[in-house]
């Protein structure tokens, strides 16, 4: 059984910095496109960050414009997960966010499988 697990959730001040961590399990993820995506309070679900591998490559990170620049995604293949490191957090960055998984080459407009998400607010 597929499973993602998100953690490092909290309240923080504007300016603040937060690690989300997600621990896959169940199969191996390394050639997965892994990501992050947010919902924030009466908003649709949004992304934020992911990374996908390339055979002859490496690892190539995405970000959505909102966060380029603040946060940064990372993973541990042999380990199966994939971290978050948000820093100069705003407000606006206030949402449930979501650990994705997806065998597809990104982009991808459906991601496989889901964590349960973590809560992440940034008060002013």
């Known amino acids: 059984q597929v499973q993602l697990v998100e953690s490092g959730g909290g309240l923080v001040q504007a300016g603040g910095s937060l690690r989300l961590s997600c621990v896959a399990s169940?199969?191996?993820?390394?050639?997965?496109?892994m990501g992050w995506f947010r919902q924030a309070p009466g908003k649709e679900r949004e992304f934020v960050a992911a990374?996908?591998?390339?055979?002859?490559?490496?690892?190539?990170?995405h970000y959505a414009d909102s966060v380029k620049g603040r946060f940064t995604i990372s993973r541990d293949a042999a380990k199966n997960t994939v971290d978050l490191q948000m820093a100069s957090l705003k407000p606006e960055d206030t949402a449930v966010y979501y650990c994705?998984?997806?065998?597809?080459?990104?982009?991808?407009?459906?991601?496989?499988?889901w964590g349960k998400g973590t809560l992440v607010t940034v008060s002013s």
């Open positions: 990374t996908n591998w390339s055979s002859g490559r490496g690892y190539y990170a």
């Open positions: 169940g199969r191996s993820f390394s050639s997965y496109t």
């Open positions: 994705a998984a997806d065998s597809s080459p990104w982009p991808t407009d459906n991601m496989d499988y």
